[in-house]
Structure formats: C-alpha cells, structure tokens
C-alpha cells in the first residue's frame, strides 16, 4: 500500500467518537431523509421498519412520510447490496456500488448450488435480462417473474429469479403498509441501470464513500462491510494515493481516511441512543469492539446472524431493547446510572409514539433470543 508516513495514532474512544460523528449519533440531524442517507452512506434495510428506526435515532425532525416518498420515487434505492444483504442508498451511490458488488453478487449467487442446479447457463440468463427489464417496468412480485421465466425455459427455473433478483438490475418496488415494504416483495428494473462501465472506478467510489461515513479505518474493515475480498480493495487505496490520508490505530494497525473527516476529541458527549437490528455502525468493521464491547458480542450478533436492536451509552452498546405491549423493553447488560435511565426514558416516548402510529408490535419473531439473556436490569421505559 501507499508509504506516505502515518500520522498520529488513534485511540479506541477516538475512533468510537469519529464513528458517531460521521453516522449521526452524537446529535440528531437537521437534514432530509436523502440527505442524511448521503452522509451515513448506506441503512440496512433486511427488516422493512429498519431504516425508519436507523432515521428516526439520527435526525430531529424525522417523518416517516418523507422516507415513503423517497422510497416510492427511487430517491432511495432498495436492492442487494453489501454484506450481499438488503441495503438502503441513494440513487446518486447505487450504480457505482452495484457494480462494485458484482464479483461479489454474482459470486455468490451463480456458484450456488441452488442456482446450478437448475441446469441454466449463465449466458442464457443474462440473455434475458433487457426483456426481462422491459417486463419489470412495473412492480412484479417474485410469482410473476417465475412464471414469466418458465414461459421462457418451458419449465418452472425458480432459482434463476432468485440469483437474478440478487445481482441483476433489479431493486426493490414500495407496496405500501407500515414501513414501505411488505413480507411479499416487489421488484422493478432499476431506474438507475447505467452503471458507469469501470468496475475500478466504482470500487474507488465505494471505499471514499465507506471512509467518509466510517472511517478512519482498515483494509479489513472495508472487506467487512463490503464482503469485497482484500487484495482489491488494497488496490483501490494504493491508486487513491494523496487522496487518502493515514492513520495508525490502538494496536499499530494501518488505517485510512478522507481528508478533513469528523474526528472529534475523545471527550465527546455521546447520548443514550436506540440503535435498530444490524444497525452498520455494529457491522462496518471487522473489530466489532469500536462500538460493541467483546463481553457482549455473542449476545446481541446471534449464530444464525441476526443482530439485536442495541442500547448506546456512551458510545457503547450497553444492552438491548424490544417493543412490549405499553411501552419499549430495555435490557441492560451492566448497571446504568439514574440520569442515562431518565435519558432512555425521553428516548423510549419517542419511539413508542413513532412506533404507535404505524406498528407497534415489530420484531415479534426475534423474541426468542431473550429467553436466555443475561440482564443486570429490565425495565420498560415510554409507556404509552
């Protein structure tokens, strides 16, 4: 990688402190919903309520109205992205980070037993990808599609729709209820299909859009957050060159940045904040311990890959939370003092009252994980 010398190196709470900054969560936001989506870089989206909550913790003002809006025009595009998972980014971000992921998506799906065995090359699927654009010029949920496909094959091939939904053009379509999306997907051909032809260029792109939201951090991190193996991200840093600046973090490590990115003093105030399941602040680094202490990993990232709805105190997930009838569930992991319950108190109203208004009951069928959860105390906060 590039030699320039290192600069000074970072302490942990100062990389907590520039985490917070850069995603929001040392202030609430006065910016539209676009705009803050721009600045945090990308919200999982895996639950359909996640990037309502991941907003809503962020901005003051926040109405949810104006996430519809910018979901059912495309200004906000929903589609599979890093972590080969459902991510929420702006249109201006989706080309280029489309075409970043496809080694990755294509990798992933094309070379999946699941797909192969269906028995379909993959120059006869993609032959069928402008038709199939032409097709999903309106929403079509995933029946639809099949059906078309099998007109096509001249037999059912359901698993060609489900590699092609996953790296092909296609995002996700609004069909309404509470959070945008519903249980029964839709889907539409991109309204951003152009991508800019430099796979290069693009993965560039996504590292400075990862650093500005993130950084300072590591090769390995951008890794984790992408699931982009190393050796080209390496590459997109060396041929950024002075475009980057330098760090060195806790243990020694090489870290990167955007010139002039938020680094706030280790003494920063960080509130108590509720974070949404698999919030990127939690899974945008591959040493997980900037924002979730080790003691507490195995409880909140769960085998199977679920990630809790976390509790932030000081910068720290300090325990969970969940919605309960008459009011939001928090269960903390350590002792907290009287003022943070009483902030978690204001913060609890708000979501219950957000909560209220479109579905209170969500994550209903994550509640087995708190069968076996260690709490030092449970209470539930803004009743309503």
Known sequence: LHSSPMSTRLTARQLNRATLARQLLLARARLGVVDAVERIVAIQAQEPVSPYLALWTRLDPFEPADLDRAFARHDLVKASLLRITLHAVTAADYPAFHEAMQRTLRGARLND???????????DVEALVPDLLEFAAEPRRN?????????????????????????????????????????????????????????????RRLVVRYLQAFGPASVADIAQFSTILRPPI????????????????????????????DLPGDDAEAPPRFLPMWDSTLLAYADRSRMLPPAYR?????????????????????????????????TAFERLADETWSALETEARS????????????????????DALPAVEVRVLGRT
Not at 113 to 123: K, M, P, Q, S, Y
């Open 113 to 123: 037993r699941r797909f192969t065995a269906e028995g379909v090359a993959v120059a």
């Open 351 to 370: 979501l219950a009252t957000l909560l209220a208004a479109r579905e209170p009951a969500i994550h209903g069928r994550y509640a087995h994980w708190w």
């Open 143 to 203: 029946p639809d599609v099949e059906r078309w496909l099998e007109d096509r094959f001249g037999a059912a091939k359901p698993r060609v729709w489900w590699a092609l939904r996953h790296y092909g053009p296609f995002v996700h379509a609004a069909t309404g209820g509470p959070w945008s999306f519903g249980p029964r997907p839709a889907y539409v051909g991109s309204p951003v299909r152009e991508r800019p032809g430099d796979v290069d260029a693009s993965l």
């Open 234 to 261: 390496s590459s997109a840093i060396e041929s950024l060159g002075d475009a980057l600046v330098r760090f060195e973090g806790p243990a020694g490590e090489r870290l990167f940045d955007v010139p002039g990115g």
């Open 298 to 330: 195995k409880l909140v990232m769960r085998t199977n890959g679920d990630a809790l709805a976390t509790v932030l105190v000081d910068g720290l997930v300090a325990g969970v939370w969940r919605p309960v009838d008459g009011g939001i569930e928090v």
